[in-house]
């Protein structure tokens, strides 16, 4: 089973957004199958690492909308950004120390940001910036 299914209620009904946000989920959905298959730890950090590298992306390609169009909670906004990346970090740094309690604690995370920032930072953004 997928560890976040995409639902109606994630979609911003901005074509672009909407489309990195599933390739987004897809991704950490990969990784979690990775682990469910209990494949190599090297294996499952390369997972992790592109995973960072295509949210940091798409975090800054929201940044760089809201720098340019005066978004009003840009501030707001990054701070959130901020702090996910860093707590995918933390998943990272206990993923190669071993502590990380599998997929349950990665699961529980990564839906609950995601599906979380998606429905209330990133709706406002793009209903503001549309
Ligand atoms: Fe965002
Ligand atoms: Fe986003």
Same mark, same amino acid.
């Given at each position: 089973m997928a560890l976040i299914e995409w639902r109606?209620?994630?979609?911003?009904? @901005?074509?672009?957004?909407?489309?990195?946000?599933r390739e987004l989920i897809d991704l950490i959905n990969a990784a979690y199958a990775h682990m469910q298959?209990?494949?190599?730890?090297?294996?499952?950090?390369?997972?992790?690492? !592109? @995973?960072?590298?295509?949210i940091a992306a798409h975090?800054?390609? /929201? /940044?760089?909308?809201?720098? /340019?169009?005066?978004y009003d909670q840009l501030? !707001?906004?990054?701070?959130?950004?901020?702090?996910l990346l860093d707590d995918i970090r933390d998943l990272m740094d206990a993923y190669e120390d071993g502590v990380?309690?599998?997929?349950? /604690?990665l699961a529980a995370k990564l839906q609950a940001w995601f599906t979380e920032h998606f429905?209330?930072?990133?709706?406002?953004?793009?209903?503001?910036?549309?």
């Open positions: 109606d209620e994630f979609s911003l009904g @901005i074509a672009e957004v909407d489309h990195e946000h298959d209990d494949e190599s730890a090297a294996e499952i950090d390369d997972f992790l690492g !592109e @995973i960072y590298a295509r975090f800054a390609l /929201e /940044e760089k909308m809201m720098r /340019e169009r005066g501030a !707001e906004h990054k701070s959130e950004h901020e702090t990380l309690s599998g997929e349950t /604690e429905r209330t930072q990133d709706a406002r953004l793009h209903r503001k910036l549309g």
